[in-house]
């Protein structure tokens, strides 16, 4: 047995009392402090009011402008993600360095002109990048070596697979709610240049004519499953017989499967006709949402930081005094 267990009962009363006592006197003492705390900022009340009044002052006339944010969907047409994407750095590069002139050849006022900052990015889609990539894993480790990225995710916004994307996320730092009118500005900039006009042209008559050469194919299919029905009898064949095929079945069911995939890409085709109007074209709803940041509270953080920083400061000066009062004695 150890020797807690043969002291004596008195013995291990008298250690869990001095125990009881210690944690009495810490509970005391703590008590104590807050005492003194609330105590001291009743008698010095009108200081920290002062501090209060001071701080909210001081944070009214110091919080930053409000500034509102535009998170929107950009759709690029006729493979114009480069030229997109060079003009719009060039575009906030300009807003960057205060170029008045820039805004004045929008045709806006530069002291109204409610955008302040553009991004873009692309969004990843990952299905059209295993098409693209494939199923060679070492090619992607070598283009993130030759990059000199960190991960994957950084090389997939690289300019290698940035044809790839047809959809971005713009993003537009705006001076106001109402400087989302402006974002038409930024529009225009990208799709009224003359190198993106003759890009429109050239490929809205590529698309045109690609479009016929799909509805062609699947006329051509049509006619060769047709011929090959009634050379055949399949024509005349009844629900009950079925369809039967001879060695020659499986061309025929390719045939069918490329008609299918030439169908399924026609209809993609045409539901682009809808945002073919531009190199690029804003596909969501232009919604303007309140940009918060710590400036924004400085109207509460300065009264208390004036505050916590004279109770320290009036803590430090009363704890030196009493420690040199008490050497002094000593």
Known sequence: MSDHYNQPATQQEMDLSDIFSLIGRFIKNCIYFIFRIVDFIIRKWWIILLLIVAGIVLGYFTKGAASYEANL??????????????????FNNNLAEGDTDFVTSLGKDPSTFGVASVEVAPVVEV?????????????????????????????????????????????????????KEDIASLMSFIN????AKEL??????????????QEQSIEQINSLINAYSKEN????????????????????SDLFDVKTLLQRNLEELKNDD?????????????????????????????????????????????FYNSYKAETLNN
Not at 74 to 88: C, D, P
Not at 206 to 213: A, L, P, Q, R, Y
Request: aromatic fraction near 12%.
């Open 274 to 318: 809808v945002s073919y109007t531009d190199v690029a074209v804003i596909v969501s709803d232009i919604q303007a949402s309140r940009d918060t940041s710590i400036l924004d509270n400085m109207i509460v953080i300065y009264p208390l930081l004036f505050v916590i920083l004279f109770l320290f400061v009036s803590g430090t000066i009363k």
């Open 233 to 252: 009898g399949l024509l005349n064949s009844t629900k009950e017989d079925g369809f039967y095929f001879n060695n020659r079945s499986d061309n025929i």
């Open 200 to 213: 429109k042209e050239k490929g809205l008559v590529t698309h045109t004519e690609f479009i016929k050469s």
């Open 127 to 179: 299905l059209d990048l295993i098409a693209y990539i494939g199923e060679n894993d070492r090619a992607l480790g070598e283009m993130t070596r030759e990059f000199k990225l960190e991960d994957d995710k950084e090389l997939f916004a690289t300019d290698r697979f940035l044809s790839t994307y047809k959809f971005h996320k713009l993003t537009v730092g705006l001076k106001s709610e109402q400087g």
């Open 73 to 90: 969907l950009l759709k690029t047409n006729f493979k114009s993600q480069s030229y997109v994407y060079t003009a719009i750095n060039q």
């Open 192 to 195: 009224d240049q003359p190198f």
